[in-house]
């Protein structure tokens, strides 16, 4: 399964390397529209969600139009684990020393129960909620901690048939794609 779940990553990151900017641009906010209309982000106020990287759902304006009503946190790599630390602005992201993430600074966040939302990217989404992540495990040690709505959101070419999952994963009750280019609503 392992193969299986390796071979789909580079399937997805060829696809996502093709993906042109204005199309990242055109699906995120496909997202975003969708998701701000769900009764679960209308109600919550403290909302996990990730500073998004250049090839993934971009969240920046997301956030930056909701950060005054709603608690955000953005999620921290250390060691094998994720913090999760409030995001307070652009000015307190620091780059990742080896990976293109952006992480806040500041103190952690530790009720989780308070979390109401989570907003997760992936590799891969199919329409049960199983999720394929990036391979390292983050999310897959963060998620069961949660008793939170979980929402996965990808591109459109990134929710397929059937994502190869093990009894540990945790799946998302919800999975948001963007709409392509052409998309007219009536597909």
Same mark, same amino acid.
């Given at each position: 399964?392992?193969?299986?779940?390796?071979?789909?990553?580079?399937?997805?990151?060829?696809?996502?390397?093709?993906?042109?900017?204005? /199309?990242?641009?055109?699906?995120?906010?496909?997202?975003?529209?969708?998701?701000?209309?769900?009764?679960?982000?209308?109600?919550?106020?403290?909302?996990?969600?990730?500073?998004?990287?250049?090839? /993934?759902?971009?969240?920046?304006?997301?956030?930056?139009?909701?950060?005054?009503?709603?608690?955000?946190?953005?999620?921290?790599?250390?060691?094998?684990?994720?913090?999760?630390?409030?995001?307070?602005?652009?000015?307190?992201?620091?780059?990742?020393?080896?990976?293109?993430?952006? /992480?806040?600074?500041?103190?952690?966040?530790?009720?989780?129960?308070?979390?109401?939302?989570?907003?997760?990217?992936?590799?891969?989404?199919?329409?049960?909620?199983?999720?394929?992540?990036?391979?390292?495990?983050?999310?897959?040690?963060?998620?069961?901690?949660?008793?939170?709505?979980?929402?996965?959101?990808?591109?459109?070419?990134?929710?397929?048939?059937?994502?190869?999952?093990?009894?540990?994963?945790?799946?998302?009750?919800?999975?948001?794609?963007?709409?392509?280019?052409?998309?007219?609503?009536?597909?």
């Amino acid at each position: 399964m392992e193969i299986d779940k390796n071979a789909l990553r580079r399937r997805i990151t060829i696809l996502k390397k093709k993906c042109p900017a204005e /199309e990242i641009r055109r699906q995120s906010e496909s997202v975003f529209q969708q998701v701000e209309a769900m009764p679960q982000f209308l109600r919550a106020s403290v909302i996990l969600i990730y500073w998004a990287m250049p090839d /993934e759902i971009q969240t920046r304006g997301f956030i930056h139009a909701h950060c005054r009503d709603k608690t955000f946190l953005l999620p921290v790599m250390e060691g094998d684990h994720l913090l999760l630390k409030p995001f307070r602005g652009e000015q307190y992201l620091v780059r990742h020393p080896r990976r293109n993430i952006y /992480e806040p600074q500041g103190n952690c966040f530790d009720d989780v129960s308070r979390i109401q939302l989570v907003i997760v990217p992936g590799m891969a989404f199919d329409a049960e909620g199983h999720r394929l992540g990036r391979g390292r495990g983050y999310y897959d040690r963060l998620l069961p901690q949660l008793s939170a709505y979980k929402i996965g959101v990808g591109f459109d070419f990134q929710l397929i048939r059937h994502v190869p999952c093990n009894a540990h994963d945790v799946p998302m009750d919800n999975v948001i794609v963007g709409q392509p280019a052409g998309y007219d609503g009536d597909g």
